[in-house]
């Protein structure tokens, strides 16, 4: 919430209002004192009441597709098929040889920029990989976690690294999740299973290097496809995929692995790492209230506990719209008017509206 600076200076010291809570993310908070959005499918029984949406766009689950390690020689190939499916893909790279050395496997600053444009999201994956803890001069973790986001902030016009993908290798176990919570808003693991959509550990979100779109039905923990399938206990949550170099035989599995997405985007959000993790832990978090709710305007006000400046990733919410609003039109705050969607369910209207939390009033009025 933008307050005047006096407000604020007076709520300091008086009561905390809503929207007032600014965590970097929910490392710490047990899951029971995350507000209650419910797995279940949510349809307001009465016009003008409103529920926030488990995923963007009331999708059944989330789908994220990252890539390690920088592996510039592929980025072409990836840009090519993510625009041909509209997908958002996710590089966590490696800074320190980035315009620096082996510019093939490296790249160069400018190819992250176009990466950046082209609609991506470029994130930290620490500046050695933790090689240089293997030698005496090795700055410590903090430095991995921390250079490598400023880097990146600093060479990436527009950019503002949230997440951390933390290195496998040798080294690993120089990781520390203490660390990484007071820098980033969430941290990819690599313990290969699905994640569920509520209660997680944003410093340590599953993800595979072996990605299972339902071809590998043994592996139930990490099958894809169990998470928009509505009878399995998977259902809801969130897919995290890991890629390194991809060559040969290996474009055509990851082309299939794309498709699996594609083929199933109107029950998948294809996330970016961070932009998941922002919505997952504001809807957390989240408070919505219908301040007023009339046949001609229903105002909606939407606080989360997260910091107002990094968490700007808008929360779908639903509205059971009143008799005669065939469709609406919304705007939060003095902004822009918004995106609105309408949908049936069960011979009923429901809007669909995307809303920045703490990011003021929305309006909404039929049209
Ligand atoms: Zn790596």
Redesign the pocket.
Same mark, same amino acid.
């Given at each position: 919430m933008k307050l005047p600076l006096a407000l604020v200076t007076f709520c300091a010291a008086g009561s905390l209002l809503a929207g007032e809570k600014q965590l970097l993310n929910l490392s710490g908070i047990p899951s029971k004192e995350r507000m209650n959005v419910p797995v279940e499918y949510v349809w307001p029984e009465n016009a003008g009441e409103a529920a926030v949406c488990l995923w963007k766009d009331d999708k059944a689950a989330a789908i994220s597709y990252t890539i $390690? $390690?920088n592996c510039a020689m592929n980025i072409d190939w990836w840009l090519n098929e993510a625009a041909q499916r509209e997908m958002k893909l996710t590089w966590f790279v490696v800074t320190g040889g980035i315009s620096n050395s082996n510019p093939a496997m490296n790249g160069e600053w400018s190819q992250w920029q176009a990466v950046y444009d082209a609609g991506h999201s470029v994130e930290s =994956?620490t500046v050695t =990989?933790l090689g240089g803890a293997s030698k005496p001069e090795w700055k410590g973790i903090e430095w991995e976690y921390e250079d490598s986001k400023e880097a990146i902030d600093a060479n990436i016009a527009g950019n503002t690294v949230t997440a951390l993908a933390y290195?496998?290798g040798g080294n690993s176990s120089k990781n520390d999740a203490e660390v990484a919570k007071e820098i980033y808003i969430a941290a990819r693991g690599t313990r290969g299973t699905t994640n569920g959509a509520r209660g997680l550990d944003y410093m340590s979100i599953n993800a595979m290097s072996r990605p299972n779109i339902g071809d590998n039905p043994k592996a139930s923990f990490s099958d894809c496809s169990l998470l928009i399938d509505p009878e399995s206990k998977a259902y809801r949550g969130w897919g995290v995929f890991i890629y390194h170099y991809i060559k040969g035989d290996n474009m055509d599995k990851t082309r299939e692995q794309m498709d699996f997405y594609y083929n199933n985007r109107d029950d998948f959000w294809c996330a970016s790492f961070s932009d998941a993790a922002k919505y997952a832990q504001s809807r957390d978090t989240s408070t919505l209230e219908v301040v007023e709710n009339g046949n001609n305007r229903i105002v909606l006000n939407l606080t989360d506990w997260m910091k107002d400046d990094l968490y700007t990733y808008p929360l779908t919410v639903k509205v059971r719209l009143p008799d005669g609003w065939n469709g609406f039109r919304a705007k939060q705050g003095e902004g822009e008017e918004l995106t609105t969607q309408v949908i049936e369910h069960e011979g009923a209207k429901y809007g669909l509206v995307d809303i920045v939390p703490d990011g003021g009033q929305t309006v909404l009025i039929p049209g």
């Amino acid at each position: 919430m933008k307050l005047p600076l006096a407000l604020v200076t007076f709520c300091a010291a008086g009561s905390l209002l809503a929207g007032e809570k600014q965590l970097l993310n929910l490392s710490g908070i047990p899951s029971k004192e995350r507000m209650n959005v419910p797995v279940e499918y949510v349809w307001p029984e009465n016009a003008g009441e409103a529920a926030v949406c488990l995923w963007k766009d009331d999708k059944a689950a989330a789908i994220s597709y990252t890539i $390690d $390690d920088n592996c510039a020689m592929n980025i072409d190939w990836w840009l090519n098929e993510a625009a041909q499916r509209e997908m958002k893909l996710t590089w966590f790279v490696v800074t320190g040889g980035i315009s620096n050395s082996n510019p093939a496997m490296n790249g160069e600053w400018s190819q992250w920029q176009a990466v950046y444009d082209a609609g991506h999201s470029v994130e930290s =994956h620490t500046v050695t =990989h933790l090689g240089g803890a293997s030698k005496p001069e090795w700055k410590g973790i903090e430095w991995e976690y921390e250079d490598s986001k400023e880097a990146i902030d600093a060479n990436i016009a527009g950019n503002t690294v949230t997440a951390l993908a933390y290195p496998g290798g040798g080294n690993s176990s120089k990781n520390d999740a203490e660390v990484a919570k007071e820098i980033y808003i969430a941290a990819r693991g690599t313990r290969g299973t699905t994640n569920g959509a509520r209660g997680l550990d944003y410093m340590s979100i599953n993800a595979m290097s072996r990605p299972n779109i339902g071809d590998n039905p043994k592996a139930s923990f990490s099958d894809c496809s169990l998470l928009i399938d509505p009878e399995s206990k998977a259902y809801r949550g969130w897919g995290v995929f890991i890629y390194h170099y991809i060559k040969g035989d290996n474009m055509d599995k990851t082309r299939e692995q794309m498709d699996f997405y594609y083929n199933n985007r109107d029950d998948f959000w294809c996330a970016s790492f961070s932009d998941a993790a922002k919505y997952a832990q504001s809807r957390d978090t989240s408070t919505l209230e219908v301040v007023e709710n009339g046949n001609n305007r229903i105002v909606l006000n939407l606080t989360d506990w997260m910091k107002d400046d990094l968490y700007t990733y808008p929360l779908t919410v639903k509205v059971r719209l009143p008799d005669g609003w065939n469709g609406f039109r919304a705007k939060q705050g003095e902004g822009e008017e918004l995106t609105t969607q309408v949908i049936e369910h069960e011979g009923a209207k429901y809007g669909l509206v995307d809303i920045v939390p703490d990011g003021g009033q929305t309006v909404l009025i039929p049209g």
